[in-house]
């Protein structure tokens, strides 16, 4: 129960971090694509590669916590049968 | 209207500027709850974008701050937390709003607009002054009916000539107040930009037929608007010595 409860906090830390990279990308485009002019672009679509790294980062933060807590799922699987 | 973005991503708090800045809104930036608290004191903002995740006081604190200091200040809450309860808790503490990260800034700046709409929605966002009308929400003029398509700034010096009635206002003023520079600053970007709002305002009225001027040169002290002076109902309107904004009679 205790260890679900820490699951869960830790998916919501996940889901907060991989937010604000999101958010800046979003901003970051729609705001290039107000401008529209090439400079403005040309910098959404730069500044906008370095917010998708950070998106990668978070995903795989989350990937490997899930790897984690699958592999203790088998773990407890086999001890009961 | 003036708006205080406090985020603590310089990124994203840039972003927001400028996207709000093209609506054509003051807009300041701070990272942190204590430069939030000393800035919304120092500029007393129409509204607020707030971030809930913020260094040195975080923006529960702020809010609790501005429920007790600053009643006036509109605010719109950024949080990248997904909980109903804080954001519950948020609107109980005065937040006007709740904007749940990711967003777009299209929404950011449509909630913004409907705030202040609410804002103000005792006062009415219309000024008018002769043939001249401005829709200060929906950032619209029409002279004699006829829609004007102005830039941000030429927008926003109309604006003030507008709030002024038809008292003149004087370059310096212009400047500090619609440019945000220094009274000593060497330049006539006042009088380039007050012909490019001549040559719309007239080329807008009459198909083409020569108008009466509607802006007039106060020889040695600066600009007024001509004719007959600004009416809104029983709105009074009144430029402030930090810049032009709306006043309940």
């Known amino acids: 129960m205790q260890r679900r409860a820490e699951m869960l906090k830790r998916i919501e830390k996940q889901l907060h971090d991989l937010c604000q990279p999101l958010t800046t990308l979003q901003c970051r485009l729609e705001l290039g694509a107000m401008c529209a002019d090439e400079a403005s672009l040309l910098e959404a679509v730069q500044g906008g590669l370095q917010e998708t790294e950070k998106l990668f980062a978070g995903i795989g933060a989350m990937r490997e916590s899930l790897q984690r807590e699958m592999s203790r799922m088998h773990e407890s699987e086999d001890v009961e049968e | 209207?003036?708006?205080?973005?406090?985020?603590?991503?310089?990124?994203?708090?840039?972003?927001?500027?400028?996207?709000?800045?093209?609506?054509?809104?003051?807009?300041?930036?701070?990272?942190?709850?204590?430069?939030?608290?000393?800035?919304?004191?120092?500029?007393?903002?129409?509204?607020?974008?707030?971030?809930?995740?913020?260094?040195?006081?975080?923006?529960v604190e702020v809010l609790a701050e501005l429920q007790g200091h600053f009643a006036e200040t509109a605010v719109l809450v950024l949080t990248g937390r997904s909980q109903v309860e804080e954001r519950v808790k948020c609107l109980n503490m005065g937040a006007d709003d709740c904007l749940l990260k990711p967003f777009s800034l299209h929404e950011l700046i449509a909630r913004c607009r409907a705030i202040l709409r609410r804002k103000s929605h005792h006062v009415s966002p219309i000024l008018k002054h002769g043939m001249l009308e401005m829709n200060r929400m929906d950032r619209k003029v029409l002279r004699g009916g006829v829609e004007v398509e102005l830039t941000t700034k030429e927008f926003a010096l109309l604006e003030f000539l507008m709030l002024r009635g038809g008292d003149c206002c004087s370059r310096t003023e212009l400047l500090m107040d619609v440019w945000k520079m220094s009274p000593d600053a060497e330049t006539n970007v006042v009088d380039v930009y007050i012909n490019y709002l001549r040559k719309k305002l007239s080329h807008a009225h009459l198909d083409g037929v020569t108008s009466e001027p509607i802006i007039e040169t106060v020889r040695g002290e600066g600009y007024r608007l001509t004719g007959s002076r600004a009416s809104s109902g029983a709105i009074k309107i009144a430029a402030r010595a930090s810049g032009p904004r709306m006043a309940a009679a």
């Open chain 2, 1 to 59: 209207m003036k708006v205080l973005v406090v985020e603590d991503d310089r990124a994203l708090g840039m972003f927001l500027q400028k996207g709000l800045r093209a609506e054509g809104h003051h807009v300041e930036w701070v990272g942190d709850g204590d430069a939030a608290v000393e800035k919304a004191t120092e500029m007393q903002p129409d509204l607020m974008v707030l971030d809930l995740s913020l260094p040195n006081r975080d923006g």
